[in-house]
């Protein structure tokens, strides 16, 4: 399947978005730790869909990936929210196989995603360092890391989902018949459906990268996923770590499953935490220590998965 940049719009968009990350990355540090771009990404500011801040972190990423060598396409779609017709845009990168060579015309076998966007409160100042900044950020490290293992990153598929969090207060159907949250998925995973040659998995990153580490992916996640992810998790010293959630949770990976490619979430066990959906999710709250875990654990899944 071909994904492409979906119009000269979106092309305009990107290159706006590159163009103010320019002016400000002499400050920034984007050699390459999850920490690093994590801060650099919450020094935008919050990144609700349609905001300024969300423009200049897609920026910023896009900067970040097309230095390694990735390319990046946009997929922008308009959606019916609570708070009337939405645009959100998700950013998707490849690996080409050869210079110059058109990426997206290549079979991949996998997915590494996480959703780029901050819930949006009108009356307050929310960051989402851990949601999910700090998954945003290890993923930038991973591609700069994989331009180093062609023989891997022209197998994947990076997608910066935006729209995940709901603009209302809780993710859901409403009343209106208008289902709030998952917004860029939901499109993106639509690419998919009709699709007979899909990635044969996904990997989803969200809430990875806070203090005392605690990562309970959902029981109904795939069989063979969560083995690989066990596995890996035991071989690094980590099987303490990353667990198992009583139920299901509902994130962009259910889009993702519902297409037919078999989609983990790895995400951190945010019912027991107090800092989840308020200001404290902020870069205090981030530990570089937890985000080097949460990379060791996923680069030998995709070693397991991509061998």
């Not at 972190?57 to 708070?83: C, D, I, M, N």
């Not at 023989?151 to 709030?180: H, V, W």
Request: net charge negative; with cysteine; hydrophobic share 40%.
């Amino acid at each position: 399947m071909r994904l492409l940049i979906t119009s000269l719009a979106a092309l305009f968009l990107l290159a706006c978005e590159k163009k103010t990350v320019a002016e400000k990355e002499t400050t920034l540090d984007t050699k390459g730790t999850p920490y690093a771009h994590t801060a650099n990404i919450l020094s935008f500011g919050p990144r609700p869909p349609g905001s300024t801040g969300a423009k200049q972190v897609r920026g910023y990423v896009t900067s970040v990936l097309e230095k390694s060598g990735w390319v990046v396409g946009a997929q922008t779609v308009t959606s019916e929210t609570p708070l009337g017709p939405r645009t959100f845009t998700n950013l998707i990168a490849r690996f080409p196989t050869q210079p110059k060579a058109d990426p997206w015309k290549s079979p991949i076998d996998g997915l590494l995603c996480a959703h780029l966007d901050s819930k949006y409160y009108p009356n307050k100042r929310f960051l989402g360092a851990d949601d999910a900044a700090s998954a945003c950020g290890l993923i930038l490290t991973l591609a700069q890391e994989l331009a180093e293992r062609p023989e891997q990153a022209t197998r994947l598929e990076l997608i910066f989902f935006d729209g995940e969090e709901a603009l209302s207060e809780d993710m859901g159907p409403k009343p209106n018949g208008i289902f709030d949250g998952i917004y860029g998925s939901r499109a993106y995973a639509t690419r998919w459906r009709n699709t007979a040659q899909k990635p044969s998995f996904g990997i989803l990153l969200d809430m990875v990268g806070h203090r005392d580490l605690s990562i309970k992916v959902p029981a109904d996640s795939p069989p063979q996923l969560l083995a690989v992810m066990k596995k890996a998790a035991t071989a690094k010293g980590y099987g303490d770590i990353f667990g198992v959630s009583e139920g299901s949770i509902f994130d962009d990976h259910i889009p993702l499953n519902q297409a037919g490619i078999p989609t983990i979430d790895i995400i951190g066990d945010f019912q027991r935490f107090d800092w989840w959906h308020t200001p404290k999710d902020n870069l205090d709250l981030i530990s570089a220590e937890s985000l080097e875990i949460t990379k060791e654990v996923v680069t030998a899944m995709l070693d397991e998965l991509l061998p």
